[in-house]
Protein backbone atom coordinates (compact mmCIF):
# COMPACT_ATOMS: atom_id res chain seq x y z
CA UNK A 1 0.00 0.00 0.00
CA UNK A 2 1.41 3.50 -1.24
CA UNK A 3 0.91 5.94 1.34
CA UNK A 4 1.21 9.77 1.53
CA UNK A 5 0.55 11.62 4.46
CA UNK A 6 0.27 15.46 4.57
CA UNK A 7 0.89 16.95 7.63
CA UNK A 8 3.69 14.90 8.40
CA UNK A 9 5.44 17.25 10.67
CA UNK A 10 2.63 17.86 12.69
CA UNK A 11 1.87 16.04 15.47
CA UNK A 12 -0.80 13.81 13.85
CA UNK A 13 1.49 13.60 11.08
CA UNK A 14 4.69 12.55 13.46
CA UNK A 15 2.12 9.49 15.21
CA UNK A 16 1.37 8.34 12.02
CA UNK A 17 4.94 8.04 11.07
CA UNK A 18 5.55 6.47 14.29
CA UNK A 19 2.50 3.94 14.28
CA UNK A 20 2.59 3.01 10.25
CA UNK A 21 1.79 -0.97 9.57
CA UNK A 22 5.41 -2.08 8.15
CA UNK A 23 3.10 -3.17 4.73
CA UNK A 24 2.95 0.67 4.24
CA UNK A 25 5.64 2.68 1.66
CA UNK A 26 5.32 6.06 3.20
CA UNK A 27 6.00 9.03 1.53
CA UNK A 28 5.37 12.31 3.44
CA UNK A 29 4.98 16.00 2.72
CA UNK A 30 4.81 19.12 5.36
CA UNK A 31 4.46 22.56 4.76
CA UNK A 32 8.27 22.76 3.91
CA UNK A 33 7.56 20.53 0.65
CA UNK A 34 4.45 21.60 -0.48
CA UNK A 35 2.40 24.86 -0.17
CA UNK A 36 -1.45 23.47 -0.01
CA UNK A 37 -2.79 26.67 -0.73
CA UNK A 38 -1.03 26.72 -4.25
CA UNK A 39 -3.44 23.87 -6.09
CA UNK A 40 -0.67 24.06 -8.97
CA UNK A 41 2.38 22.82 -6.90
CA UNK A 42 -0.02 20.08 -4.84
CA UNK A 43 -1.16 18.81 -8.11
CA UNK A 44 2.31 18.26 -9.38
CA UNK A 45 3.73 17.02 -6.07
CA UNK A 46 0.64 14.29 -6.30
CA UNK A 47 1.19 13.34 -9.68
CA UNK A 48 5.01 12.29 -8.82
CA UNK A 49 3.90 10.72 -5.73
CA UNK A 50 1.05 8.63 -7.19
CA UNK A 51 -0.53 7.61 -3.76
CA UNK A 52 -2.94 4.53 -2.89
CA UNK A 53 -3.41 6.25 -0.38
CA UNK A 54 -3.84 10.08 1.21
CA UNK A 55 -3.99 10.56 4.37
CA UNK A 56 -4.37 14.24 4.90
CA UNK A 57 -3.43 15.73 8.50
CA UNK A 58 -2.40 19.01 7.40
CA UNK A 59 -4.86 21.52 8.16
CA UNK A 60 -4.77 25.43 8.82
CA UNK A 61 -5.79 25.20 12.35
CA UNK A 62 -5.52 29.09 13.73
CA UNK A 63 -9.01 29.32 14.81
CA UNK A 64 -8.35 32.93 15.62
CA UNK A 65 -6.62 34.45 12.89
CA UNK A 66 -8.97 32.33 10.02
CA UNK A 67 -11.29 34.85 11.33
CA UNK A 68 -9.44 37.20 9.06
CA UNK A 69 -7.68 34.80 7.13
CA UNK A 70 -10.76 32.55 5.96
CA UNK A 71 -9.76 32.51 2.36
CA UNK A 72 -6.43 31.28 3.35
CA UNK A 73 -7.96 28.81 5.01
CA UNK A 74 -10.23 27.51 2.54
CA UNK A 75 -7.64 27.35 -0.06
CA UNK A 76 -5.96 24.96 2.56
CA UNK A 77 -8.28 22.93 4.36
CA UNK A 78 -10.98 23.03 1.42
CA UNK A 79 -9.38 23.57 -2.15
CA UNK A 80 -6.70 21.47 -1.38
CA UNK A 81 -8.91 18.66 -0.51
CA UNK A 82 -10.43 18.72 -4.13
CA UNK A 83 -6.97 18.06 -5.74
CA UNK A 84 -5.79 15.29 -3.48
CA UNK A 85 -9.43 13.27 -4.28
CA UNK A 86 -8.44 13.96 -8.11
CA UNK A 87 -5.20 12.67 -7.38
CA UNK A 88 -6.31 9.44 -5.53
CA UNK A 89 -9.03 8.99 -8.12
CA UNK A 90 -6.40 8.83 -10.73
CA UNK A 91 -4.86 5.61 -8.97
CA UNK A 92 -8.00 4.27 -7.24
CA UNK A 93 -6.97 4.77 -4.33
CA UNK A 94 -8.68 6.21 -1.02
CA UNK A 95 -8.44 9.73 1.04
CA UNK A 96 -8.48 9.67 4.61
CA UNK A 97 -9.03 13.40 5.76
CA UNK A 98 -9.11 14.45 9.49
CA UNK A 99 -11.65 16.71 10.34
CA UNK A 100 -12.91 18.73 13.53
CA UNK A 101 -15.82 18.83 15.41
CA UNK A 102 -15.80 22.47 15.26
CA UNK A 103 -18.01 21.09 12.34
CA UNK A 104 -20.94 21.36 14.93
CA UNK A 105 -22.55 24.38 16.21
CA UNK A 106 -22.34 23.00 19.98
CA UNK A 107 -26.02 23.21 20.78
CA UNK A 108 -26.39 19.48 21.13
CA UNK A 109 -26.41 17.75 24.78
CA UNK A 110 -25.74 14.77 23.26
CA UNK A 111 -22.52 13.40 21.81
CA UNK A 112 -22.61 14.37 18.40
CA UNK A 113 -23.10 10.90 16.17
CA UNK A 114 -20.80 11.18 12.51
CA UNK A 115 -24.45 11.91 10.34
CA UNK A 116 -25.59 14.49 12.74
CA UNK A 117 -26.26 18.13 11.20
CA UNK A 118 -23.39 20.49 10.72
CA UNK A 119 -23.20 23.84 11.33
CA UNK A 120 -20.11 25.48 12.25
CA UNK A 121 -20.12 28.75 13.83
CA UNK A 122 -17.04 30.12 12.94
CA UNK A 123 -14.71 30.36 9.61
CA UNK A 124 -11.90 27.61 10.48
CA UNK A 125 -15.26 25.16 10.89
CA UNK A 126 -16.83 26.85 8.02
CA UNK A 127 -13.29 25.93 5.77
CA UNK A 128 -13.35 22.45 7.89
CA UNK A 129 -16.89 21.37 6.33
CA UNK A 130 -16.28 22.71 3.20
CA UNK A 131 -13.29 20.57 2.59
CA UNK A 132 -15.45 17.45 4.02
CA UNK A 133 -17.61 18.29 1.01
CA UNK A 134 -14.86 17.23 -1.31
CA UNK A 135 -14.84 13.67 0.21
CA UNK A 136 -16.18 10.78 -1.72
CA UNK A 137 -18.38 8.48 0.32
CA UNK A 138 -15.71 5.77 -0.70
CA UNK A 139 -13.22 7.90 1.49
CA UNK A 140 -13.13 8.21 5.35
CA UNK A 141 -13.38 11.53 7.12
CA UNK A 142 -12.33 11.08 10.42
CA UNK A 143 -13.37 14.10 12.70
CA UNK A 144 -11.58 14.25 16.07
CA UNK A 145 -11.11 17.18 19.57
CA UNK A 146 -8.79 18.83 21.13
CA UNK A 147 -5.26 17.44 20.16
CA UNK A 148 -2.08 17.07 21.38
CA UNK A 149 0.99 15.17 21.98
CA UNK A 150 4.72 15.12 23.47
CA UNK A 151 6.88 17.90 21.70
CA UNK A 152 3.79 19.31 19.81
CA UNK A 153 2.10 22.83 20.52
CA UNK A 154 -0.61 22.32 22.12
CA UNK A 155 -2.57 22.92 25.37
CA UNK A 156 -0.95 20.16 27.63
CA UNK A 157 2.33 22.11 26.89
CA UNK A 158 1.05 25.27 27.29
CA UNK A 159 -0.31 24.71 30.74
CA UNK A 160 2.89 23.08 31.72
CA UNK A 161 4.52 25.87 30.66
CA UNK A 162 2.48 28.41 32.58
CA UNK A 163 2.24 25.98 35.53
CA UNK A 164 5.66 26.46 36.35
CA UNK A 165 5.67 30.35 35.51
CA UNK A 166 2.91 31.23 37.66
CA UNK A 167 0.87 30.73 41.17
CA UNK A 168 -2.77 30.66 39.73
CA UNK A 169 -4.48 30.43 36.15
CA UNK A 170 -7.91 31.28 34.47
CA UNK A 171 -8.92 28.32 32.73
CA UNK A 172 -12.28 28.44 30.70
CA UNK A 173 -15.22 25.92 32.15
CA UNK A 174 -18.00 26.12 29.84
CA UNK A 175 -16.56 24.31 26.97
CA UNK A 176 -16.80 20.53 26.96
CA UNK A 177 -15.62 18.17 24.98
CA UNK A 178 -12.55 15.38 25.32
CA UNK A 179 -8.81 15.53 24.47
CA UNK A 180 -7.57 13.23 22.14
CA UNK A 181 -3.62 11.83 22.44
CA UNK A 182 -2.71 12.23 18.50
CA UNK A 183 -1.15 8.49 18.89
CA UNK A 184 -4.81 7.32 19.74
CA UNK A 185 -5.84 8.79 16.08
CA UNK A 186 -3.23 7.46 14.46
CA UNK A 187 -3.61 3.98 15.46
CA UNK A 188 -7.90 4.64 14.27
CA UNK A 189 -6.77 5.88 11.25
CA UNK A 190 -4.25 2.52 10.07
CA UNK A 191 -7.29 0.29 11.69
CA UNK A 192 -10.00 1.65 9.72
CA UNK A 193 -7.65 1.81 6.44
CA UNK A 194 -7.26 -2.06 7.62
CA UNK A 195 -10.86 -2.92 7.94
CA UNK A 196 -11.34 -1.31 4.70
CA UNK A 197 -14.00 1.43 5.99
CA UNK A 198 -15.76 4.09 4.59
CA UNK A 199 -17.76 6.79 5.16
CA UNK A 200 -17.74 9.49 8.28
CA UNK A 201 -16.18 8.61 11.93
CA UNK A 202 -15.15 9.82 15.21
CA UNK A 203 -12.35 9.88 17.33
CA UNK A 204 -11.31 11.03 21.04
CA UNK A 205 -10.55 9.90 23.93
CA UNK A 206 -13.09 8.66 26.37
CA UNK A 207 -14.77 10.91 28.69
CA UNK A 208 -15.60 14.42 28.17
CA UNK A 209 -14.19 17.55 29.98
CA UNK A 210 -13.68 20.95 30.39
CA UNK A 211 -11.09 22.81 29.71
CA UNK A 212 -10.93 24.02 32.96
CA UNK A 213 -11.23 19.87 34.19
CA UNK A 214 -8.57 19.08 31.04
CA UNK A 215 -6.32 21.72 33.33
CA UNK A 216 -6.85 20.20 36.96
CA UNK A 217 -5.73 16.98 35.19
CA UNK A 218 -2.50 18.24 33.55
CA UNK A 219 -2.13 19.76 36.76
CA UNK A 220 -2.09 16.75 39.13
CA UNK A 221 -0.50 14.06 36.73
CA UNK A 222 2.29 16.29 35.63
CA UNK A 223 3.13 16.79 39.56
CA UNK A 224 2.75 13.87 40.35
CA UNK A 225 5.72 13.21 37.29
CA UNK A 226 7.70 16.04 38.45
CA UNK A 227 6.76 18.13 35.53
CA UNK A 228 5.75 21.14 37.70
CA UNK A 229 7.42 22.15 40.94
CA UNK A 230 3.78 22.85 42.62
CA UNK A 231 -0.06 22.82 41.40
CA UNK A 232 -1.04 26.45 41.07
CA UNK A 233 -4.87 27.95 41.60
CA UNK A 234 -6.58 27.17 38.75
CA UNK A 235 -9.88 29.06 38.66
CA UNK A 236 -12.75 28.18 36.21
CA UNK A 237 -14.28 31.12 34.57
CA UNK A 238 -16.75 31.53 31.88
CA UNK A 239 -15.82 31.81 28.08
CA UNK A 240 -17.51 35.19 28.40
CA UNK A 241 -14.84 35.88 30.32
CA UNK A 242 -11.87 35.39 27.96
CA UNK A 243 -12.92 37.14 24.87
CA UNK A 244 -11.66 35.75 21.21
CA UNK A 245 -12.38 36.74 17.72
CA UNK A 246 -13.35 33.21 16.75
CA UNK A 247 -16.66 31.65 18.63
CA UNK A 248 -16.42 28.10 20.33
CA UNK A 249 -18.97 25.64 20.20
CA UNK A 250 -20.13 25.42 24.00
CA UNK A 251 -20.54 21.32 23.26
CA UNK A 252 -18.31 19.26 21.09
CA UNK A 253 -18.40 15.85 21.96
CA UNK A 254 -18.11 13.26 19.35
CA UNK A 255 -19.72 9.77 20.09
CA UNK A 256 -17.08 7.60 19.10
CA UNK A 257 -18.90 4.13 19.49
CA UNK A 258 -19.36 3.62 16.05
CA UNK A 259 -15.34 3.58 15.22
CA UNK A 260 -14.86 1.56 18.02
CA UNK A 261 -17.67 -1.14 16.63
CA UNK A 262 -15.91 -1.26 13.71
CA UNK A 263 -12.23 -1.57 15.23
CA UNK A 264 -13.40 -3.77 17.75
CA UNK A 265 -11.19 -2.29 20.62
CA UNK A 266 -11.37 -0.53 23.33
CA UNK A 267 -12.15 3.30 23.91
CA UNK A 268 -9.62 4.51 26.45
CA UNK A 269 -10.26 7.17 28.93
CA UNK A 270 -8.78 10.65 28.26
CA UNK A 271 -7.42 10.76 31.75
CA UNK A 272 -5.34 7.64 31.12
CA UNK A 273 -3.78 8.62 27.60
CA UNK A 274 -2.84 11.91 29.36
CA UNK A 275 -0.47 10.19 31.60
CA UNK A 276 0.94 8.09 28.79
CA UNK A 277 2.06 11.68 26.94
CA UNK A 278 3.66 13.07 29.87
CA UNK A 279 5.33 9.92 30.54
CA UNK A 280 6.69 10.60 27.42
CA UNK A 281 7.22 14.40 27.48
CA UNK A 282 9.20 13.59 30.57
CA UNK A 283 11.26 11.31 28.58
CA UNK A 284 12.17 13.72 26.37
CA UNK A 285 13.47 15.76 29.42
Known sequence: MKVLITGAGGQLGKALLKTAPETAEISDIDVEDVDLSDSAMLRARLAVEAPEVIINAAAYTAVDKAEVEEELALAINSDALKVMVEAVEQTGGKLV??????????????????????????????????????????????????????????????????????????????????????????????GLLDKGAFGAFHHSDAGQASWYDFAVAIAEEAHALGLIKRIPTIKPIATSDYPSPARRPAFSLLDSSATRAVLGDLHTPWRENLRAMLREEKAFG
Do not use: C
Not at 121 to 131: E, S, V
Not at 140 to 162: D, K, P, Q
Open 97 to 190: HISTDFVFDGTATDAYQPDDTRAPINAYGRTKLAGEEHVRPSDIILRTSWLYAAGGTNFVRTMIRLMNEREELSIVSDQVSAPTWATGLAQTVW
